[in-house]
């Protein structure tokens, strides 16, 4: 089965040229999620849809990445430290789901079949995961 990047519809390519039109108009501004859908017309289930697509386009085309921040929104974003900024803040809260799924539904699931085969496997990769994320989440340049 293709990819989503690889299966998007002619509606969502629409949906994500017009918020990057509406992006490069607020430049350098960001807009919130709220205020790209009031900008552009969408409802909220096309912006969605618009900015997964978007962030696909952007890999493809070597585009600077989109990026959220809590007081600008959404915006494109060339700067390298703030980049690393929001990369290490989406890593600490995927350390953070990584976290609450092992002790809320894998340690769990181990406690009542601690032979399986397959939870082994489950907790030894998740254990992997969470010690890069960790690794990433607390790194800084100073």
């Not at 039109?21 to 552009?40: H, I, K």
């Not at 030894?124 to 800084?140: G, P, R």
Request: hydrophobic share 40%.
């Amino acid at each position: 089965m293709p990819r989503a990047s690889e299966r998007r519809s002619a509606a969502a390519e629409r949906h994500a040229d017009t918020i990057r039109f509406v992006l490069f108009e607020a430049r350098p501004a960001g807009l919130t999620f709220d205020q790209l859908g009031r900008a552009s017309k969408l409802s909220k289930s096309q912006v969605r849809s618009g900015l997964a697509c978007l962030r696909d386009i952007i890999a493809e085309r070597g585009w600077p990445p989109l990026i959220w921040l809590r007081a600008d929104g959404y915006l494109f974003c060339s700067d390298t430290t703030q980049l690393q900024l929001y990369e290490v803040a989406v890593m600490r809260e995927k350390l953070t789901e990584i976290r609450r799924f092992i002790t809320g539904v894998v340690a769990p699931h181990a406690a009542l079949q601690p032979k399986g085969r397959w939870i082994k496997h489950l907790n030894t990769q998740l254990n992997s995961v969470e010690s890069t994320l960790d690794m990433i989440a607390e790194y800084s340049d100073s």
